[in-house]
């Protein structure tokens, strides 16, 4: 089960204290009041892991519902005005309260003081405020949830969700806004960390990918969220005294709101998934024993996928009555943002090139994430691409798309990392076996249940349909068929690892032989993560090249 | 006690002084973005209806909005002199900076809260009962509707701003802060001067716009 | 439930009924290639690497590149090349979409919670259904009484969101006679999977016949006459002799629709559809050059397809009583 190869891995110099049973994070006390009052980045990480492993499924169980309602074309278990609370439901929960804070406030929390080689993050305070923020958030909107539902779809447009909708919009975007400043406050911290508080001799061009990931997410929750928050509050003030902002009907511009809203929710997607690639640019390497392939444009790229991710969002109005003009800007810009994302797949597949491959659960993970993720980038270029938009919006292609950017993609490679980490966060190995066989079978059951829905999309079944005609019945049972497997495939970990806390092999310090500083100290941590401050001399990624392997071993 | 705590993520009280002024930075960055939405979606729908805006903005106090603006700018640049003033270590004048600031501020709030007495008087509440009628009442009433917005923003800014002046007097008053250490009052100085900032834009755009002619 | 036009069967592909639908498919057969070759060879790379480059193969592999430039310049600008060439395309074929040839068959679509209302010119009405000829150019006029609809028409590979408050329209040319699938493409409440129709396609003499048997005497521009007269627009418009010539001065509707009208702020905009509705509707927002401000607001007592028929009356003015 071990994976000590003993490799000298960035040269760095720091005291690591193997496992001997020592104080860390999770022994140092263990009252209610210090894990709820605490400051410690590590403990924030786990209150927020078990908070959005929570929305996850409850997110999880609104898709179960409405993909068993789709097996027959008239709807088999609910009338329509309760599927369209569920996706609604499904929609707000997994965007808001899964996607958006995943892995940054997980595992990002957990890892970016380690990486950086610091005690803790910038400002530890706002830190937990954050976790708050985040749960009084969760709260209200999901009271919004459970008081009734909403029925506007997690896009809100209007004037459906300010003069038509039944139930809470005001409650529930009050609970998104709280979200919201917890986010920005998570940003600004990780921003303001990398820049003030990495290890001596750690410069720019030495730091992770995992870092230059999210920072670039955390500019794109500092400086979009706020617009969000903004049109929040505005439509709030539409609905809760009836102007007209947005509304037509009393004189306002319904294209108005989706311009504000899309303008946040674009760049959105890609705080989802920029920590993912980052995730996955730390395992290829590890896992193929190389350093990473092209590391300053994998950096780079990681930077302007933020950046032109800002320049994108009307491509969500292609039908919506822009001008032509505006389409023909936003449709050249869309192809542009692709463009770096292509340049990183290509890089990791660079990287597994004459590399050593190990296939641990992260690898396998993070390998389904580069087919998946190439998957739904390609198809983005189809609803880049105006005249077939006009065709494939609001179809199941559209929902095949960002299911495998967001599902294939992102929540593969959050499990990835959460394996790849768990030793180091929890002390104790997963069965690798199980691991394995989630990987696959969550894999294979995700290409069961979207994959014909890009197929149900270009034949032209709209999405948010609670009923359909009957000639598309046999795609959607392949696809609630497949849904049930991704089901099985997601209770796997919850159960194995669960049981590795109590039951599973105890970690060395770093079983995978990676470099990183955060493999340089113990498993679990300590609650001041180092016990001197480490000095860093190479770059990331400094794995012995072929040459020297064979070197050593003749 | 007048040594600042140094926080054990940090290598010496410098390093801990900029990385708080980053951080306050930062943000403000961020509530650009906040009011800039507004700001926006406020100037689009002036574009749509300007008879409308035309016809609200006269509603509007200019006596008390110019008083406020006095008083605003007044208060960032007492405060200004108050972080002049620790510099050189002289507590007792940061105390009295502070005490006028935020007194300043309280008379910014209460003349902002006798004027939206006298709005909602005038009926200048966007809705059903909204005072306004005839062919523009609808753009009339987009105005007061972001006007409602940006004050009630601004003013809970401004109130979460005169609580920092106030919890800052409190640890003056204690000694916490010297000449070698006084970072909490220069990041409350960046958000004052921010919201002060908020104010210059809102100003023109609810008294001045619109009134001439 | 209308009933569905392919009778039920697993489609293994669906009709290509409209011309852009033809010339659409050929560029979604040029994404559907590139997709594939690009997915080739990230699998077939990542598929060979495992194997072949697995720890424990044994493998021979000799020096690394230590210089990636080359090779991240080679497939940036590979990408570029190929995304810029389906770009043009795209944008080429979008752009065509929204231009309406003049001699277009107009067709008024009024979309509310939750069916379609659709009203020929000569005053034939249908519900969720769309009667079109075959080889004529089509103008869609849509405008939604209530929330943002879409209109989508697989079969046509078109759709267009259609919003209160204002008039969007689109154009298609079918070419193929059959039945196919309209559906509303925007969320819209409790019964949006409900709001779905069917377009036929009917040849010449077919659609003839059927716009024969359907029409009202008079067709929409008769009825739009009836409520000029009930609202007494004639009092100050000039329509004819006996019309207009009150003591308010308002623009002459004879020969307006189509021509060009100087606005009050110096603009010139051309008196169509969408002009003629908002002059109901929301007078105060475009005032004729030397006319004053003084027509009233209907928009509380005429509906969307009142307007439409109002709209079909003004316009045959045009050729004349």
Redesign the interface.
């Known amino acids: 089960m071990s994976h000590a190869l003993g490799f000298a891995t960035s040269g760095i110099k720091a005291a690591g204290i193997r496992n001997a049973e020592p104080d860390n994070y999770l022994t140092h006390e263990t009252s209610l009041a210090s894990w709820l009052l605490t400051t410690d980045h590590k403990r924030i990480a786990i209150l927020y892991a078990i908070s959005i492993t929570f929305f996850f499924f409850m997110g999880g169980a609104a898709a179960a519902l409405m993909r068993i309602n789709l097996l027959t074309p008239d709807g088999a278990i609910v009338a329509p005005e309760t599927y369209n609370r569920l996706f609604t439901w499904h929609g707000v929960v997994m965007v808001w309260f899964f996607l958006v804070p995943s892995i940054p406030v997980t595992l990002g929390n957990f890892i970016v ?1 380690l990486m950086l080689g ?7 305070k706002i830190n937990l405020m954050s976790w708050y923020l985040f749960m009084i958030g969760g709260t209200l909107t999901t009271a919004a949830l459970f008081w009734g539902g909403l029925d506007t779809g997690w896009t809100f447009y209007t004037p459906l969700s300010s003069t038509y909708a039944k139930g809470h919009v005001v409650l529930a975007a009050f609970g998104i806004i709280m979200a919201g400043f917890s986010s ?1 406050a998570t940003g ?1 911290n990780f ?2 960390s990398i ?3 990495r290890a001596p001799g750690m410069t720019f061009y030495r730091m992770p990918i995992f870092l230059w990931s999210i920072y670039s997410a955390s500019v794109i929750y ?6 969000l ?3 929040l ?2 439509l709030s ?2 609905t809760f ?5 947005f509304d037509p009907a ?4 319904p294209l ?1 709101f989706q311009h ?1 809203f899309w ?1 946040y929710s674009h760049p959105a997607v890609y705080i989802m998934i920029l920590p993912g690639m980052g995730v996955v640019s730390e395992i290829i390497p590890a896992f193929s024993r190389k350093q990473l392939f092209g590391y300053k444009f994998v950096a780079w790229c990681s930077v302007s996928i933020a950046v032109i991710g800002f320049f994108v969002w009307t491509h969500h109005m292609f039908v919506a009555g822009v001008s032509v003009f505006s389409a023909i800007v936003f449709s050249l810009t869309s192809f542009a943002v692709a463009v770096p994302s292509a340049i990183k797949v290509f890089n990791w597949i660079g990287t597994m090139h004459k590399g050593y491959i190990h296939f641990d659960a992260p690898m396998i993970y993070a390998l389904g994430f580069i087919a998946l993720f190439t998957i739904g980038g390609l198809t983005g270029l189809w609803l880049a691409t105006l005249a077939a938009d006009v065709h494939l919006h609001d179809t199941y292609f559209v929902i095949a798309h960002f299911h495998f950017i967001m599902v294939g993609g992102m929540v593969s490679a959050y499990f990835a990392g959460l394996h790849y980490w768990w030793p180091k966060i929890t002390g104790r190995m997963y069965p690798e076996m199980w691991g394995r066989l989630a990987a696959l079978i969550i894999f294979f059951g995700f290409m069961l249940t979207f994959a014909p829905q890009f197929m149900l999309g270009y034949y032209g079944m709209p999405r948010r349909y609670a009923t359909y005609p009957p000639e598309f019945q046999v795609l959607n049972v392949l696809s609630s068929a497949g849904a049930g497997v991704l089901a099985v495939g997601y209770l796997l970990p919850l159960g194995y690892l669960v049981w590795s806390l109590f039951r599973g092999a105890r970690a060395p310090d770093n079983p995978w032989g990676a470099t990183g500083l955060e493999w340089q100290t113990r498993s679990p941590p300590p609650v ?1 993560n180092f016990a001197t401050t480490p000095v860093v001399t190479k770059g990331p990624y400094a794995y012995p090249t072929p040459a020297a392997v064979a070197a050593r071993t003749t | 006690m007048s040594e600042a705590q140094l ?3 940090y290598e010496d009280l410098e ?1 801990q002084s ?2 708080a002024l ?2 306050m930075w ?2 403000l ?3 650009v ?6 700001f ?2 406020w100037m ?2 002036r574009h ?2 300007p ?1 409308g805006y035309h016809r609200a903005a006269q509603q509007t106090d200019l006596l008390i909005g110019s008083i406020n603006t006095v008083l605003l700018i007044t208060s960032s640049a007492v405060y200004a002199a108050g972080v002049g003033f620790i510099r050189l270590d002289d507590r007792r004048r940061l105390v009295q900076c502070c005490v006028i600031t935020a007194l300043l501020g309280l008379a910014f709030l209460g003349f902002k809260g006798l004027e939206w007495h006298e709005d909602l008087a005038k009926h200048m ?4 009962y909204f005072g306004l009628s005839g ?2 009442a ?2 009339a ?2 105005f007061w ?1 972001f006007y ?2 940006a004050t009630v ?1 601004h003013g809970v800014h401004m109130a979460v701003g005169i609580g920092l002046v106030a919890w800052l007097l409190h640890r003056v008053c204690k000694g916490a802060y010297s000449a070698a250490w006084h970072t909490p009052v220069e990041v409350v100085g960046l958000y004052w001067s921010f919201v002060d900032v908020v104010w210059l834009v809102l100003y023109p755009l609810i008294y001045l716009v619109g009134r001439a002619g | 439930m209308n009933p569905s036009p392919s009778g039920g069967r697993l489609q293994y592909g669906i009709d290509a009924a409209s011309r852009h639908a033809v010339e659409a498919d050929w560029l979604f057969l040029a994404l559907l290639l590139v997709s594939l070759a690009v997915l080739a060879l990230v699998f077939g790379l990542m598929l060979r690497y495992v194997v072949h480059y697995r720890a424990d193969s044994g493998v021979e592999r000799g020096k690394i590149a230590e210089r990636t430039f080359g090779y991240e310049i080679s497939w940036t600008i590979a990408m570029l090349v190929v995304f810029f060439g389906l770009f043009v395309w795209g944008a080429d074929l979008y752009a065509r979409i929204w231009q309406p040839p003049e001699s277009a068959l107009k067709i008024y679509v009024v979309a509310k919670q939750w069916m379609w209302k659709a009203e020929h010119e000569g005053g034939q009405r249908e519900i969720n259904a769309l009667h079109v000829p075959v080889n004529r150019p089509v103008e869609l006029v849509m405008t939604s009484e209530d929330v943002i609809h879409s209109m989508g028409i697989p079969a046509f590979r078109f759709k267009r969101d259609v919003l209160p408050g204002r008039y969007e329209s689109i154009a298609f040319l079918a070419n193929e006679i059959g039945a196919y699938h309209l559906f509303c493409d925007q969320f819209c409440g409790t019964d949006h999977s409900r709001m779905i129709g069917v377009v036929t396609v009917m040849s010449g003499p077919d659609f003839q016949s059927w716009l024969a048997e359907n029409g009202t005497s008079g067709g929409l521009a008769g009825e739009g006459r009836a409520l000029f007269t009930r609202f007494g627009c004639g009092g100050c418009h000039n329509v004819g002799p006996g019309t207009g010539g009150g003591t308010v001065r308002a623009p002459s509707l004879v020969g307006l629709y189509g021509s060009p009208v100087p606005l009050a702020d110096g603009r010139v905009v051309i008196a169509d559809d969408r002009y003629i509705r908002d002059c109901i509707l929301d007078p ?1 927002a475009q005032i004729v050059a030397s006319y004053e ?1 003084l027509m009233p ?1 209907f928009s509380s007592q005429l509906s969307e397809e009142d307007v439409v028929k109002l709209i079909a009356y003004i316009k045959s003015l045009a050729s004349g009583l």
């Open positions: 003081p610091a005690r803790d993050l910038a400002f530890p920005i600004l921003i303001i820049h003030r508080l500092v400086l979009a969220t706020p617009v928050a903004m049109l509050i505005l003030f539409e005294f009836r102007v007209g902002i009393l004189g306002g511009d108005l504000l303008f001041e | 926080h054990f993520q390093h900029d990385t980053d951080g930062l943000f960055a961020q509530e973005l906040f009011f800039g939405a507004l926006f979606a689009l729908n749509f209806h008879l509440n966007p809705g059903r062919a523009d609808g753009g009433q987009l509707v409602w917005v923003l | 105060g401000p607001n």
